[in-house]
Structure formats: C-alpha cells, structure tokens
T-cell receptor, first 117, second 111 residues
Framework: GAGVSQTPSNKVTEKGKYVELRCDPI?????LYWYRQSLGQGPEFLIY????????DSGLPNDRFFAVRPEGSVSTLKIQRTERGDSAVYLC???????????????FGEGSRLTVL | QKEVEQDPGPLSVPEGAIVSLNCTYS??????FMWYRQYSRKGPELLMY????GNKEDGRFTAQVDKSSKYISLFIRDSQPSDSATYLC???????????FGQGTRLTINP
C-alpha cells in the first residue's frame, strides 16, 4: 500500500484481556515506531525498531507491553492483562533513514483506537 | 514538568487571519524541531522541520526556532478553513529517533 496501514482501526476489549495491534509500514522503510496518544494529548513514544531489532524501547510503560518486528517489516504491539488506563489511540509510523541535517520524515498511520472496558 | 509545553487552546480565528502557535521546551539537547498537523481521527502529518536555530518558510507557513529562549513558533498566513486541525510541535536530539511531542493546539478557522 501507499501508506502505513494499522489494524484493527478500533478494538474494544475487557479489562484483563490480551490485545494485539498490527502495523504494516511503507515498503522499504527500515525504521518503525509505536506511539500512544491519549485524548487531548500529544503522541507519546513507546518503541523504535531499526530493521528487526528494537533500538529504543524506553517508552514502554511496563512489562505488559511488548512489540515485535520479526522480519523487519510488519510489527505487532502486544498488550497483556489490559487495564482501563491503556485506552488510547496507538499510532504506528515508519521512516526512511536520516541524511545529515535532514531528519527522515515519519509517516503515521491512522491509528488503532483501543478501548478497555 | 513536561519536556515540551504547548498551550492546548482551543484557538479560533477568522479566515484570512495570521495564526501564531508556539511551544517551549526544557531540554537544550533538542536539535530537530518539527510541526505536525493532525486532523480528527487521522495520524499526524509533517508540515515543516527546522534543524537547530533559525527560520524556515514554506508557502503560507513559517517556522521559527529560538534556542536561546527554548521557544519555537509556527505562523500561518492567510489562514483557511482547511487549516482547522490540531497542531503538534515535536522535537528530538541529534542522533536519537525518539520524538517528544507537545500536547497539541486545536485550531479552528472560521469562514
């Protein structure tokens, strides 16, 4: 596809359940990011992949959150034992590499809206 | 205190007005400064970026960075109803990939 694709677009689950959110980046983009956006707030960094490896996972809030990118393309964000406070829009972005002085532009998907009841 | 502060608004102005949006930040290591626009239920899209200090102009949009004051601005000239959106500032350090976003300012341009 032409842009970053995220599925599902909406997910409603019950407290304590397990959730997987999928991101399909722009073809050829080696960098992939997950951000979380709560209502009325800016996106908050969760994790950054360069290829298959997580280069920076400092934003993951706790060990209930985990993300993988096994083949360097599609990524899955996994949330165990969901809590009501996990309700937010989870945004995925991909980018091409930086050139000196020119940051690689992040292209965001439309997000997966998670509601935990 | 957040690393990046942005007034959430809302801000409502008439069509054709000049709009000024701004952010302050606390981390002097930030080197890349971006402005994103986000329409309702969509992902953010990059409007402009500035590397280090200075001004940058792109059509009706001008971005300014004052590192001495830790203050960045986005000006929109001849504002249009289609400019109605949430505007997010974002910044990052040299060599880092993590973007730190402001809260976003919700802007409405009234016809």
């Amino acid at each position: 596809g032409a842009g970053v694709s995220q599925t599902p677009s909406n997910k409603v689950t019950e407290k304590g359940k397990y959730v997987e959110l999928r991101c399909d980046p722009i073809s050829g983009h080696t960098a992939l990011y997950w951000y979380r956006q709560s209502l009325g707030q800016g996106p908050e960094f969760l994790i950054y992949f360069q290829g298959t490896g997580a280069a920076d996972d400092s934003g993951l809030p706790n060990d209930r959150f985990f993300a993988v990118r096994p083949e360097g393309s599609v990524s899955t964000l996994k949330i165990q034992r969901t809590e009501r406070g996990d309700s937010a829009v989870y945004l995925c972005a991909s980018s091409s590499p930086d050139i000196v002085g020119v940051p690689g532009e992040l292209f965001f998907g439309e997000g997966s809206r998670l509601t935990v009841l | 205190q957040k690393e990046v502060e942005q007034d959430p608004g809302p801000l409502s102005v008439p069509e054709g007005a000049i709009v000024s949006l701004n952010c302050t930040y606390s981390n002097s290591a930030f080197q890349y400064f971006m402005w994103y626009r986000q329409y309702s239920r969509k992902g953010p899209e990059l409007l402009m970026y500035t590397y280090s200090s200075g001004n940058k102009e792109d059509g009706r949009f001008t971005a300014q960075v004052d590192k001495s004051s830790k203050y960045i601005s986005l000006f929109i000239r001849d504002s249009q109803p289609s400019d109605s959106a949430t505007y997010l500032c974002a910044m990052r350090k040299e060599g880092a990939q993590k973007l730190v976003f402001g809260q976003g300012t919700r802007l409405t341009i009234n016809p």
